[in-house]
């Protein structure tokens, strides 16, 4: 794909965002144009090596996405009261 067939297309995602999407954009955009790849801390890493140990050794357990959304969407469904 052209750099103008890209632009031409980011452009038209963008109109149609919403400030979410948006509010990503730029600081996925801001982290690019700093060349700051470390979007994690020291400390953040750490956490991050120690539960993919745990995971890989069978001591942790990890849940799906979609599995994530059902019980989220559940969650709110009882907390709401069904609605």
């Not at 750490?46 to 799906?64: A, D, I, P, T, W």
């Not at 994530?68 to 969650?75: D, L, T, W």
């Amino acid at each position: 794909m052209t750099t103008t067939a890209i632009r031409s297309k980011l452009h038209k995602y963008i109109d149609e965002a919403d400030s979410d999407v948006l509010e990503v954009v730029i600081k996925l955009l801001e982290v690019y144009r700093k060349g700051n790849t470390n979007l994690l801390t020291a400390k953040q890493k750490e956490e991050v090596f120690k539960r993919s140990v745990l995971y890989k050794e069978g001591k942790m357990k990890g849940v799906s996405l979609p599995e994530v959304r059902k019980r989220v969407k559940q969650k709110l469904s009882d907390e709401n009261g069904g609605i």
